[in-house]
């Protein structure tokens, strides 16, 4: 479980002295520095770093950071809204000491998540580790709720010997197949060594469907915790792909044509130890609760894709028939479904059932894309919202008609339209905020403005190599 309490100047009870004996014990084990890390809002990884000896000084009083970086694009453009974007302000990074792990890809750092705040002591309104930390606090104390979650990572790893204008595949294997894992065992062992030590807990890796592409899943955490961890996957995954002269990329479509590469979530939600999504009346065991949970989530997918799918290259990726989840439906096991039900599988259900989200890539904020889906599903719990009829199949299959009558809906085909419906959603702009939705839509916007006359392949190719 990760610290729910917002950091303070001066550090939190017990927070400088904590970091004086770590800043000791990693001097011991040969760290240097301490990488201070953060997801703006286009959803790159951003970061600061310390020398170990001064991690007691950044818990007690932050490190300096600009907060233009929350209007900052993909490719390092600015834009801005009434509140950010101006050179003028700092912020303090405070590393949170219970996610600081030594990396063992990277010999001599270490790692930690940060929250954002501002010069007089206050939580920064753009922070979104901060925003996703108070949205899980309020669902717990507001309907005694608690949740856990999993981000699957998929990435292409492609050749480091060629001009990085180029993705060459590094393997030459089929779709799932025992040679593409043959090829890269020593990358692939060596990810798994380098995550272990680091103890993230792997449930799986395997080839996945595109060229040279790879899925690996970790263990359920709650939601902050496994948006870090997120983020310290594929921290990891690069780190290790580099010592082998490989070059990866998290992009949601690596060129024009094919699957892309997502970053689904997985969600179930607890009360009292109990699972919500198995043991109840509803359909495929749910709780009353479990399926208004997932009625909101639908209601609201088509405003969510503008911070699940936030990069004009994700629209590559939401294509009919690939599995990626383009239609307002649910099903069991329905892979074309935009919300897939997985029961789990027998004498494990009560700790396995749950909801898969998946038209979510890893151009994602994974902050802002878990406490905007957590915020959807409770509105539709708090309002007992009915779940519709589910469907079975691919559901570009159906006739219009029969689309229209169980509520099925194409989602937004472009960041554009994506970005309208975000503009309309009341809910998840209040859940966020004013300064953090207006810099998500400004964001947007701007991707947009910055690819704009690009053709599908162009537009590939500008962000194949941002995540």
């Given at each position: 479980?990760?610290?729910?309490?917002?950091?303070?100047?001066?550090?939190?009870?017990?927070?400088?002295?904590?970091?004086?004996?770590?800043?000791?014990?990693?001097?011991?084990?040969?760290?240097?520095?301490?990488?201070?890390?953060?997801?703006?809002?286009?959803?790159?990884?951003?970061?600061?770093?310390?020398?170990?000896?001064?991690?007691?000084?950044?818990?007690?009083?932050?490190?300096?950071?600009?907060?233009?970086?929350?209007?900052?694009?993909?490719?390092?453009?600015?834009?801005?809204?009434?509140?950010l974007?101006?050179?003028?302000?700092?912020?303090?990074?405070?590393?949170?000491?219970?996610?600081?792990?030594?990396?063992?890809?990277?010999?001599?750092?270490?790692?930690?998540?940060?929250?954002?705040?501002?010069?007089?002591g206050?939580?920064?309104?753009?922070?979104?580790?901060?925003?996703?930390r108070?949205?899980?606090?309020?669902?717990?104390?507001?309907?005694?709720?608690t949740?856990?979650?999993?981000?699957?990572?998929?990435?292409?790893?492609?050749?480091?010997?060629?001009?990085?204008?180029?993705?060459?595949?590094a393997?030459?294997?089929?779709?799932?197949?025992?040679?593409?894992?043959?090829?890269?065992?020593?990358?692939?062992s060596?990810?798994l060594?380098?995550l272990?030590?680091?103890?993230?807990?792997?449930?799986?890796?395997?080839?996945?469907?595109?060229?040279?592409?790879?899925?690996?899943?970790?263990?359920?955490?709650?939601?902050?915790?496994?948006?870090?961890?997120?983020?310290l996957?594929?921290?990891?995954?690069?780190?290790?792909?580099?010592?082998?002269?490989?070059?990866?990329?998290?992009?949601?479509?690596?060129?024009?044509?094919?699957?892309?590469?997502?970053?689904?979530?997985?969600?179930?939600?607890?009360?009292?130890?109990?699972?919500?999504?198995?043991?109840?009346?509803?359909?495929?065991?749910?709780?009353?609760?479990?399926?208004?949970?997932?009625a909101?989530?639908?209601?609201?997918?088509?405003?969510?894709?503008?911070?699940?799918?936030?990069?004009?290259?994700?629209?590559?990726?939401?294509?009919?028939?690939?599995?990626?989840?383009?239609?307002?439906?649910?099903?069991?096991?329905?892979?074309?479904?935009?919300?897939?039900?997985?029961?789990?599988?027998?004498?494990?259900?009560?700790?396995?059932?749950?909801?898969?989200?998946?038209p979510?890539?890893?151009?994602?904020?994974?902050?802002?894309?878990l406490?905007?889906?957590?915020?959807?599903?409770?509105?539709?719990?708090?309002?007992?919202?009915?779940?519709?009829?589910?469907?079975?199949?691919?559901?570009?299959?159906?006739?219009?008609?029969?689309?229209?009558?169980?509520?099925?809906?194409?989602?937004?085909?472009s960041?554009?339209?994506?970005?309208?419906?975000?503009?309309?959603?009341?809910?998840?702009?209040?859940?966020?905020?004013?300064?953090?939705?207006?810099?998500?839509?400004?964001?947007?916007?701007?991707?947009?403005?910055?690819?704009?006359?690009?053709?599908?392949?162009?537009v590939?190719?500008?962000?194949?190599?941002?995540?």
């Amino acid at each position: 479980m990760t610290t729910l309490a917002d950091p303070v100047p001066g550090g939190r009870p017990g927070d400088v002295a904590r970091a004086t004996t770590l800043s000791g014990d990693l001097t011991g084990r040969g760290v240097h520095g301490v990488v201070l890390a953060y997801v703006d809002t286009a959803g790159i990884a951003r970061i600061k770093a310390v020398p170990t000896a001064k991690l007691p000084s950044a818990a007690a009083w932050g490190v300096g950071m600009s907060p233009v970086f929350d209007t900052f694009l993909a490719n390092d453009s600015i834009v801005s809204t009434d509140s950010l974007g101006s050179p003028d302000g700092d912020l303090r990074l405070y590393p949170d000491l219970d996610g600081l792990v030594v990396l063992s890809a990277q010999p001599g750092w270490a790692w930690a998540p940060v929250d954002r705040v501002t010069q007089d002591g206050e939580p920064h309104p753009g922070c979104s580790r901060t925003a996703l930390r108070r949205i899980v606090r309020e669902a717990a104390e507001r309907h005694g709720v608690t949740f856990r979650t999993g981000i699957e990572i998929e990435w292409a790893i492609g050749r480091g010997d060629v001009p990085q204008t180029r993705f060459v595949p590094a393997v030459t294997g089929p779709a799932y197949g025992a040679t593409r894992q043959l090829e890269l065992s020593d990358y692939t062992s060596d990810l798994l060594a380098a995550l272990a030590a680091q103890g993230v807990d792997v449930d799986q890796i395997h080839p996945e469907y595109a060229p040279g592409q790879f899925e690996l899943s970790t263990g359920p955490l709650d939601p902050v915790a496994a948006a870090d961890r997120s983020v310290l996957v594929r921290q990891t995954v690069r780190a290790v792909a580099h010592r082998h002269g490989l070059r990866v990329s998290f992009a949601p479509a690596v060129s024009a044509d094919g699957v892309g590469n997502g970053g689904h979530v997985h969600l179930s939600g607890w009360r009292g130890g109990r699972n919500l999504h198995c043991g109840g009346e509803g359909r495929y065991g749910m709780t009353a609760e479990a399926e208004s949970f997932v009625a909101g989530l639908l209601a609201r997918l088509p405003a969510l894709t503008a911070v699940t799918a936030p990069s004009p290259a994700s629209y590559l990726r939401l294509k009919p028939s690939r599995w990626a989840g383009v239609f307002t439906a649910w099903g069991r096991e329905t892979r074309e479904a935009a919300v897939r039900i997985v029961t789990g599988t027998a004498g494990l259900r009560d700790q396995a059932a749950n909801l898969e989200v998946k038209p979510v890539d890893l151009a994602a904020n994974p902050y802002l894309a878990l406490g905007c889906l957590i915020a959807a599903g409770l509105d539709g719990l708090a309002s007992s919202a009915p779940l519709p009829q589910e469907i079975t199949g691919d559901p570009a299959k159906l006739g219009a008609e029969e689309a229209a009558a169980r509520g099925v809906h194409r989602l937004p085909t472009s960041l554009e339209q994506a970005v309208e419906e975000f503009r309309k959603d009341d809910l998840l702009r209040r859940t966020l905020g004013p300064v953090l939705s207006d810099a998500v839509i400004a964001v947007r916007q701007g991707e947009c403005a910055a690819v704009a006359g690009l053709d599908d392949e162009q537009v590939a190719a500008a962000y194949r190599w941002r995540y």
